[in-house]
């Protein structure tokens, strides 16, 4: 678990690692940014904010690599594909 300062709002990364590589997640307010392990399908069910980015190695690659996925709830507020993982999260702060 590691603390996380965007624009002074605290933010939570967690980190597992795997035999190839490492399940990454950075956890918002409302919400939380993912990396290509984490599934939008289940998200949507779950109605759940969710932003995806992909070709990540560790936090700072997730805070600049550009969201691939959302889910629709995400979307709802505002976060879309093509946004920085960095205001991703921004937008996940009021949910």
């Given at each position: ?66 969201v691939i996925a ?10 879309n594909t093509g ?13």
């Amino acid at each position: 678990m590691e603390k996380i300062i965007i624009d002074g709002v605290e933010f939570t990364g967690y980190c597992i690692a795997t035999e190839n590589a490492a399940l990454l997640m950075i956890k918002a307010p409302h919400g939380f940014l993912g990396c290509g392990y984490f599934n939008i399908e289940i998200a949507n069910r779950l109605n759940e904010h969710v932003a995806i980015v992909t070709g990540v190695k560790n936090f700072e690659d997730m805070l600049e690599a550009d969201v691939i996925a959302t889910s629709n709830a995400a979307e709802k507020n505002g976060i879309n594909t093509g946004i920085s993982g960095r205001e991703a999260l921004l937008l996940m702060i009021n949910g």
